[in-house]
């Protein structure tokens, strides 16, 4: 969803840089850029690996990246006019998630208006779990996507008020998931007095 040329044009036009995983909604650009990693040269090309240990696994990623990208076009647009008209870099990551019992390998693309910078899209890179992760939570744990508030302030109101309860439960340092943290706030007020009066 996030990957749109409007998105991306106001990003930049606000002195930022983006980092946008292409998926589905860009299948042409995708596919293209899957290719040009397929057969770039290596002098083309800027890698970096990382390896991280925790929650019983073991994550190694591989940054891949290049500048080279005035060969970007779009059938979509008139002839010879990128879609995307800030792409500075693109990049592919690829993952293996070694488990006790069983390794697990990804691989994502994506495209950034910032230079080519392998440690800073790599760091990049790895926070767009942190983002993906709080989405997931307020979906699934909050029924976010479930809200019928739609006009207004309303909408934009219980936004925040969600995102404050999670990051409320999220810092409480007590057993039990965000769920069971939550659940057990609605039905003990002395638990829910603990959370409201966290401190940071």
Same mark, same amino acid.
């Given at each position: 969803?996030?990957?749109?040329?409007?998105?991306?044009?106001?990003?930049?036009?606000?002195?930022?840089?983006?980092?946008?995983?292409?998926?589905?909604?860009?299948?042409?650009?995708?596919?293209?850029?899957?290719?040009?990693?397929?057969?770039?040269?290596?002098?083309?090309? *800027?890698? %970096?690996? #990382?390896?991280?240990?925790?929650?019983?696994?073991?994550? /190694? &990623? =591989? @940054?891949?990246? !290049?500048?080279?990208?005035?060969?970007?076009?779009?059938?979509?647009?008139?002839?010879?006019?990128?879609?995307?008209?800030?792409?500075?870099?693109?990049?592919? *990551?690829? %993952?293996? #998630?070694?488990?006790?019992?069983?390794?697990?390998?990804? /691989? &994502? =693309? @994506?495209?950034? !208006?910032?230079?080519?910078?392998?440690?800073?899209?790599?760091?990049?890179?790895?926070?767009?779990?942190?983002?993906?992760?709080?989405?997931?939570?307020?979906? *699934?744990?909050?029924?976010?996507?479930?809200?019928?508030?739609?006009?207004?302030?309303?909408?934009?109101?219980?936004?925040?008020?969600?995102?404050?309860?999670?990051?409320?439960?999220?810092?409480?340092?007590?057993?039990?998931?965000?769920?069971?943290?939550?659940?057990?706030?609605?039905?003990?007020?002395?638990?829910?007095?603990?959370?409201?009066?966290?401190?940071?």
């Amino acid at each position: 969803m996030g990957c749109q040329v409007e998105i991306a044009d106001k990003i930049v036009a606000h002195k930022a840089d983006y980092l946008l995983a292409l998926k589905g909604n860009q299948p042409t650009l995708e596919a293209d850029v899957v290719d040009y990693f397929r057969t770039a040269p290596a002098a083309e090309l *800027v890698t %970096t690996t #990382t390896v991280e240990k925790g929650h019983g696994r073991i994550e /190694t &990623r =591989t @940054y891949t990246a !290049s500048k080279v990208v005035d060969w970007i076009v779009s059938e979509r647009s008139y002839p010879g006019r990128p879609r995307f008209t800030t792409i500075k870099t693109i990049v592919k *990551v690829d %993952t293996r #998630t070694e488990h006790v019992d069983r390794s697990t390998f990804d /691989t &994502r =693309t @994506y495209i950034s !208006s910032a230079t080519l910078d392998i440690e800073r899209i790599a760091r990049a890179a790895r926070s767009h779990w942190g983002v993906e992760s709080m989405h997931w939570l307020l979906d *699934v744990e909050f029924k976010d996507d479930l809200s019928r508030y739609r006009s207004g302030h309303g909408a934009k109101n219980m936004a925040v008020i969600r995102r404050f309860a999670l990051d409320l439960v999220r810092h409480l340092k007590t057993k039990g998931s965000i769920k069971t943290r939550r659940k057990r706030a609605g039905w003990n007020t002395d638990f829910l007095l603990q959370v409201l009066q966290i401190t940071r």
